[in-house]
């Protein structure tokens, strides 16, 4: 007889393109003349029963929006047993018979739980940090990275005038995507990730060579979750070889001026990178993942992860999924340094 009745939720971290992705699902499914009921806050609409009716009026003007227009939040109950029984039978008590879960890493969890307990769950990749092995790129990513380019650039015109170098600290704490192709695309001088060991004596030595080679401006780029190592930075008895005072940014700053003696000022970007209408390429992505999620729910099929390998839109086992490893991408770090000065 086919799917009649199937759930939409956002999960986690909130991206640009989750109300495309949202979109996409709502109207693919109406297409196949399913109906859709959306959760509200994640995992917490299905624990406390709160869900809404979606139909074409739901997702009008909503493709451009950032944001989650369903809310996201964390859900530390649905990490329980308990928690999960209640998900269940609230799915049950509606007729839900499978639920597109939009999120990262943390959500496909919660989508294994479900299936596991008899609800089909299909999981649709949403993360800003572009840190889901099994796909190339994640909804929300792209965005994100436009952004780091846009401040990159302003930041740019204001160190320029002031003979300054500035230190922008970006998203990316086990993960530095958005910092290596944001500070390609930004044209920093200097790009650390928590992929890759630096040390604050490289950071100088590079800072100091572009000064004597007539730069009037560095901008370096440094993911959250970067940290120092070498032995100007364990001298430093206040740190103990963690930088954590403040963020990286503020600490590097810091050293940076006391070092070298050039003028040093830092911004972190912070949540401004969750924000912002999504890219073009965001929503295309969206749309097709939405869509393909859809399509496999009405095939019958549960347990999955849709995702991208070159350009095409494939599909994993969750446990398969989570188990991958995304490599580092190394060859563009080289590329990233060669290019920088």
């Not at 609800?119 to 990275?145: F, L, Q, R």
């Not at 015109?157 to 300054?164: I, L, N």
Request: net charge negative.
């Amino acid at each position: 007889m086919g799917v009649k009745r199937i759930g939409v939720l956002t999960s986690g971290g909130d991206a640009p393109g989750m109300n495309a992705a949202v979109r996409a699902v709502v109207r693919s499914a109406l297409h196949e003349g399913m109906e859709v009921l959306g959760s509200v806050r994640g995992y917490n609409g299905l624990i406390h029963d709160e869900l809404i009716e979606m139909s074409i009026r739901s997702v009008t003007d909503t493709i451009h929006r950032g944001g989650t227009s369903l809310f996201t939040a964390r859900s530390p109950e649905f990490r329980t047993e308990e928690g999960m029984q209640k998900a269940v039978d609230t799915c049950k008590r509606h007729g839900i018979e499978g639920v597109v879960v939009i999120g990262g890493d943390g959500s496909f969890r919660g989508a294994r739980d479900l299936t596991a307990r008899g609800i089909p769950c299909i999981g649709v990749p949403a993360t800003i940090d572009n840190d889901i092995s099994c796909t190339e790129v994640t909804i929300g990513y792209d965005t994100a990275t436009n952004t780091v380019v846009d401040m990159a650039d302003k930041l740019r015109d204001t160190s320029q005038s002031h003979d300054r170098c500035s230190v922008v600290e970006v998203m990316g704490r086990h993960a530095g995507w958005i910092a290596l192709y944001g500070g390609i695309a930004g044209g920093a001088d200097v790009i650390l990730l928590p992929e890759i060991e630096f040390t604050l004596e490289d950071i100088v030595r590079k800072v100091e060579l572009l000064k004597a080679l007539g730069q009037r401006e560095i901008i370096i780029v440094v993911s959250e979750g970067a940290t120092i190592g070498g032995k100007l930075l364990t001298l430093d008895e206040e740190t103990k070889g963690e930088v954590r005072l403040g963020g990286i940014a503020s600490f590097l700053s810091t050293k940076l001026e006391t070092i070298t003696g050039i003028e040093t000022r830092y911004c972190v970007l912070g949540h401004v990178q969750r924000g912002g209408n999504p890219s073009a390429r965001d929503r295309v992505l969206a749309a097709r993942l939405g869509h393909y999620a859809v399509q496999m729910l009405k095939e019958g099929k549960s347990n999955r992860v849709v995702a991208v390998q070159n350009e095409q839109l494939v599909d994993y086992d969750i446990t398969e999924a989570l188990d991958m490893k995304k490599p580092f991408d190394m060859d563009m770090y080289r590329m990233a340094n060669e290019i920088s000065g």
